[in-house]
């Protein structure tokens, strides 16, 4: 399995998001736990600290109370008390040893407060001035012991918040060694990677620029490019590969048929003085195309049917018409034997009309424009192209259209040839004799018409040719498109 480029391209990339993904996960696993530890710690000091106020407010409270039970309401002691026994509550969830002795000592404290606050108000509110002294005074002993708790236990966190803030420091420091160890790691990585991926490009490469190389300086024999990376390069070795094998069978054949040609000009004079008739060609290449078919061989018969056909085409009189039907059955046998030619540089269409081909038309119209649309417009063009023949009628014309998306022609080309201006290179080229010009003159003259043809073209993007075969042609008279 052919692994591409890209591909591999891609798999580097994930490997290293995948790398700094995990690693960005585990350094906010790390970040979230000490946060985690923090805030606990930042929690039980707000925690420590609201106690340690309400239980003052709370005794503060009372003490006015005691003094003036008139000034206050006792709804806002019980408010007080309540937020207190709150705090109280939320002790156990945040300290881990909520058992221990310091614990719960602080509970009972707190506990005890809140009961002598509570025996305080009441018996103010029974004016019993004995009761409410004495416990007004526990009260105040109770709120003392809660403050000195509140600061031994604040202290404790303190002292243990120490140690954290020195895990912490060091943490800090082994996180910066971890970051500078996963730079230099990455990077390092990185340009191996690159070093590694680079090698496995610019070496094939090298390669094929040495075979080319090669091949420039006519060694068409030369050692295989071996390619060993399975991917675009491996595919474009093995094409060199074949395209110099093909080149080197192809000068060998150019070498042969060079040599062939040599010997068949010694004969040239021998053919001269053995003229062979027209007909006797043309009565020969049917027996060879009968003899053909009956060995098999019957891709060479067609061939030599369409030969024949056109051949026999081409013999008749040039100054006589066909049918229109007749000139399509020509092109289609030139379009056989040209594709077998060009193979798949050359791709053949047909969108023709049956209905419309019965018309008169001169003999060898329409075979010379699909040629100069393959001599001029296709043959020459490495990647080949498309011709198409399309065939439509309105109710006054037959429209000819022969397309092609080769190389096109400028503006001023076009003016001289409709123009009919003299160019010594009008026929070569064309199997007939016949150029494009001969053409749209022999039209003009067959259906005394000017405006026969239009040709569309700008370089680049292909020709367009448009015979207009008026239906009834009497005189000069236009066609409407």
């Known amino acids: 399995m052919m692994k591409t480029i890209r591909g591999k391209l891609l798999v580097y990339f994930m490997v290293f998001v995948i790398l700094f993904q995990v690693t960005a996960i585990s350094i906010y696993v790390s970040s979230n736990q000490l946060t985690n530890v923090y805030h606990d710690s930042f929690e039980r000091y ?30 806002d002691y019980y408010a007080l008390k309540k937020e207190l026994e709150s705090k109280k509550e939320q002790l156990p969830g945040h300290f881990r040893n909520a058992e221990t002795i310091e614990i719960k000592n602080y509970n009972n404290l707190i ?33 003392g012991y809660i403050q000195t708790s509140t600061l031994e236990m604040i202290d404790v966190e303190l002292t243990a918040y120490q140690s954290f803030y020195n895990d912490l420091q060091v943490r800090n420091k082994d996180f910066f060694l971890f970051i500078v160890f996963l730079f230099m790691s990455t990077l390092i990585l990185a340009v191996f990677f690159v070093i590694w991926f680079s090698k496995g490009i610019t070496r094939p490469l090298n390669q094929l620029s040495r075979a080319a190389k ?89 061939l030599i049917d369409s030969v024949a056909m056109l051949l026999r085409h081409s013999l008749g009189d040039i100054n006589k018409s066909v049918t229109l039907s007749e000139e399509v059955d020509v092109v289609k046998d030139y379009f056989h034997i040209q594709k077998l030619r060009f193979a798949e540089r050359v791709q053949v269409s047909y969108d023709i009309d049956d209905t419309c081909l019965e018309g008169p038309i001169p003999r060898l119209t329409l075979q010379p424009l699909v040629e100069n649309a393959f001599i001029h417009g296709i043959e020459e063009r490495e990647e080949g192209g498309k011709i198409t023949l399309h065939v439509s009628q309105t109710s006054d014309c037959v429209f000819v259209e022969v397309r092609d998306d080769g190389v096109g022609m400028e503006q001023v080309t076009i003016t001289q040839i409709l123009s009919l201006a003299k160019q010594d290179d009008d026929h070569v080229g064309h199997s007939t004799g016949i150029g494009l010009k001969n053409v749209i003159r022999r039209l003009q003259l067959f259906y005394q018409v000017e405006d026969v043809v239009d040709i569309h073209s700008k370089p680049g993007t292909g020709t367009t040719i448009r015979v207009k075969i008026p239906k009834h042609f009497k005189g000069d008279q236009a066609c409407e498109s």
């Open 46 to 75: 707000l925690l420590l600290n609201a106690i340690s106020q309400k239980s003052n407010d709370m005794y503060t409270f009372t003490k006015s109370f005691v003094a003036d039970p008139e000034a206050v309401e006792v709804s």
């Open 111 to 143: 506990e005890t407060f809140i009961h002598e606050c509570e025996l305080t108000i009441g018996f103010v509110i029974l004016n019993d001035i004995e009761q409410y002294t004495d416990h007004l005074r526990e009260a105040d002993h109770a709120s």
């Open 214 to 302: 090669e091949v420039a300086a006519g060694d068409l024999a030369g050692d295989p490019v071996d390619i060993q990376s399975k991917d675009e390069l491996k595919l474009l070795g093995d094409t060199f590969n074949h395209m110099r094998s093909n080149i080197d069978e192809l000068v060998q054949e150019i070498k042969d048929q060079s040599e062939l040609d040599r010997l068949l000009k010694e004969m040239e004079l021998k053919h001269l003085q053995n003229q062979i008739n027209p007909h006797f060609l043309f009565n020969t290449l049917n027996t060879v195309s009968k003899m053909a078919y009956l060995e098999d061989a019957h891709a060479t018969s067609s």
